[in-house]
């Protein structure tokens, strides 16, 4: 009986090892969520999305394709070395949660302008209502994101706060979309002749106030006769000033 328990033994041994390696086996890479800094393989409007908003510490939500594309931008460094990356995504309930983790060189860098960015693409588009939220790793807070439909065309116009994505006229009606990172949500826009005096004026909502940027639009909006340009602005509500004015001739 000894003698037969021992081979017996060492045969479940043998099985046990065996199970442990397979079900420690790593992931195939083809199944692997897809992340990388090379933006050149990825559709035009995530490109856009990431030329448009380099210079800013912002993410972003684009789908395409049947795939969901979640972009973080790092903004705008003076050193080389800086890396973002998308550490894990979390997916609970009507959430999802995307946690990034931003790294400073480790000593002397070099002297260049840099703009990180990281890319994480899900073999999925997301489900309706589902919120996305992404979460700075280095201090536990919510990353800036824009709110709404996202900048996939490359910038028309823009100041440092209100961007033009895309402007079509036809029939002397106008559509606008924009996007703007703002205190005070309403976005004021008017024409003007070409002496500069208002010929009739109006307002928007943003879907988000700053640190968010938010999209507007305008919709089938009636060119007035002798105006020339249309020019977008917010009002600080402290000292009633027109802020990030930006002018477009029609």
Not at 10 to 35: D, F, H, N, R, Y
Not at 163 to 186: F, H, L, Q, S, Y
């Amino acid at each position: 009986m000894r003698n037969k328990f021992i081979p017996l033994l060492l045969i479940g041994v043998m099985l046990l090892a065996a199970g442990c390696q397979t079900s420690s086996k790593p992931m195939e890479p083809a199944k692997k969520p897809e992340q990388t800094t090379d933006s050149t393989k990825y559709p035009a409007e995530v490109r856009n999305w990431l030329s448009n908003m380099k210079s800013y510490l912002v993410a972003g939500v684009v789908e395409e394709d049947g795939k969901t594309y979640l972009l973080v931008s790092g903004g705008e460094q003076r050193t080389g070395g800086h890396e973002v990356k998308i550490t894990g995504v979390r997916d609970a309930g009507n959430q999802l949660t995307v946690n990034v983790k931003m790294t400073q060189p480790d000593g002397p860098a070099t002297q260049v302008i840099s703009y990180p960015h990281a890319v994480y693409v899900l073999d999925r588009e997301l489900e309706d209502n589902k919120k996305v939220v992404f979460i700075n790793s280095a201090n536990n807070e919510r990353i800036p994101q824009v709110i709404g439909d996202q900048p996939t065309d490359l910038f028309l116009d823009g100041s440092s706060n209100i961007k033009i994505v895309e402007m079509e006229m036809d029939k002397n009606e106008i559509d606008v979309e924009g996007i703007a990172r703002v205190d005070n949500p309403t976005i004021h826009y008017r024409f003007t002749d070409g002496a500069g005096q208002t010929v009739s004026e109006g307002k928007v909502t943003a879907a988000a106030t700053a640190p968010d940027w938010g999209s507007f639009e305008l919709d089938d909006v009636k060119r007035p006769q002798g105006a020339t340009h249309i020019e977008f602005y917010w009002v600080d509500t402290k000292d009633q000033s027109q802020r990030d004015k930006v002018r477009i001739a029609l």
